[in-house]
């Protein structure tokens, strides 16, 4: 398997433009995470789905994001309007969680920065 | 709310020497507790799971134990090489199904 896929790697865009990152889970895992990173929080739990609900989404700092994921093997996370203290790198995991004690695994990241 | 704390937060060790990493929660609900390891630029890398039930884990060079009631966990990792350097992160899943991440312990193996 080709592991937890992201795109873009790196996305550059101006203060009020909308940004979509992408995440393709490993085949079979049912529970998809997205993460935010930045050195002065660091990583924090946007939104996770369970069989493509989304479960928990306590995290997302505010109606400006938006997440979906429409089918097992794909998810979005939507910024509208974006904003510089957005600048981050966003991750997307994925697990089985069938039980409670599965690994998890992680994309490579998109690197947002929003001038 | 699960707080997860990583002391120290940098470490600098020559080549040969055996890493301790700390890791300490607030929480003793958990369901397991993972590390993971992060290059510069990638993403995370599990490196071992301890479920809520077992002391240790162990995988080649590195060995994690965990203690629950005291909410610790170290991560030890023998004889360090230059390609260890990294920064190493744990997470707790607590019982209310979510993983807490500490700030990380970055790590720099001299040759």
């Known amino acids: 398997d080709a592991g937890v896929i992201q795109s873009p790697r790196h996305e550059v865009t101006e203060m009020g433009q909308e940004v979509t990152l992408r995440c393709k889970p490993i085949s079979g895992h049912n529970s998809l995470f997205w993460y935010r990173q930045t050195m002065m929080r660091g990583l924090e739990l946007l939104i996770y789905f369970n069989n493509n609900v989304p479960i928990d989404d306590s995290g997302m700092p505010e109606d400006r994001f938006s997440a979906k994921m429409p089918n097992a093997s794909f998810s979005t996370l939507k910024i509208q309007p974006s904003e510089p203290r957005d600048s981050a790198v966003y991750f997307c995991a994925s697990s089985s969680l069938r039980g409670t004690n599965e690994k998890l695994f992680f994309g490579s990241g998109t690197q947002l920065s929003v001038l | ?111």
């Open chain 2, 1 to 111: 709310k699960q707080e997860v704390t990583q002391i120290p937060a940098a470490l600098s060790v020559p080549e040969g020497e055996n890493l301790v990493l700390n890791c300490s929660f607030t929480d003793s609900a958990i369901y397991n507790l993972q590390w993971f390891r992060q290059d510069p630029g990638k993403g995370l890398t599990s490196l071992l799971l301890i479920q809520s039930s077992q002391r240790e884990q162990t995988s080649g060079r590195l060995n994690a134990s965990l203690d629950k009631s005291s909410g610790r966990s170290t991560l030890y990792i023998a004889a360090s090489q230059p390609g260890d350097s990294a920064t190493y992160l744990c997470a707790v899943f607590s019982n209310d199904y979510k993983l807490s991440f500490g700030a990380g312990t970055t790590v720099t193996v001299r040759a």
